[in-house]
T-cell receptor, first 118, second 110 residues
């Protein structure tokens, strides 16, 4: 099956610093990558949709200047949390999408990155 | 506002019994529907997807879709303790963007 990796798996940083999270599709080329955030006991909330070579599309309420997304290739997308604050502490999950035919796109999820901002 | 609704649970199921999970969605334009299993602290893993009305079976899992009622369900037969997890229902639009429900926690008791 399709494999998506994320790095790092866990990061602890001080308030005010920036953190970069990488998302890679290891054995396929992803037409689209998605970034989600999940707070404890809550479901996944889509933050942004990213297509290779174009600007990311952010969901309502997500600050594009705070959460910088770069989609440099069909196998790599990065999320940078700039000037992180304790309220940004969360579980960040990326997914990579491929077309499966019959009008269906399937998303393959990375293992997630646990961000803790002190 | 597009919404996917699930009962949060917990749904307690004796080992060997059938677990029945339900999901409704508001966007009639939704194309495909997915069931994911998520263990605590882990990312979701796909159980199965369905996009045509009716039933779809895969091993111990059966998904049912009724587009007229905007209803999706998942049955887990012969439930095992390893099935204890949160089950997420998601609806996909034509662009492949997923809207997730809040998830139903399932607890399988030995």
């Amino acid at each position: 099956g399709a494999v998506v990796s994320q790095h790092p798996s866990r990061v602890i940083c001080k308030s005010g610093t920036s953190v970069k999270i990488e998302c890679r599709s290891l054995d396929f080329q992803a037409t689209t990558m998605f970034w989600y955030r999940q707070f404890p006991k809550q479901s996944l909330m889509l933050m942004a949709t990213s297509n290779e070579g174009s600007k990311a599309t952010y969901e309502q309420g997500v600050e594009k200047d705070k959460f910088l997304i770069n989609h440099a290739s069909l196998t790599l997308s990065t999320l940078t949390v700039t000037s992180a604050h304790p309220e940004d502490s969360s579980f960040y999950i990326c997914s990579a999408s491929t077309y499966q035919g019959a009008g269906m796109n399937e998303q393959f999820f990375g293992p997630g990155t646990r961000l803790t901002v002190l | 506002q597009k919404e996917v609704e699930q009962n949060s649970g917990p749904l307690s199921v004796p080992e060997g019994a059938i677990a029945s999970l339900n999901c409704t969605y508001s966007d009639r334009g939704s194309q495909s529907f997915f069931w994911y299993r998520q263990y605590s602290g882990k990312s979701p893993e796909l159980i199965m997807f369905i996009y045509s009305n009716g039933d779809k079976e895969d091993g111990r899992f059966t998904a049912q879709l009724n587009k007229a009622s905007q209803y999706v369900s998942l049955l887990i037969r012969d439930s095992q303790p390893s099935d204890s997890a949160t089950y997420l229902c998601a609806a996909s639009d034509s662009w492949g963007k997923l809207q997730f429900g809040a998830g139903t926690q399932v607890v399988v008791t030995p």
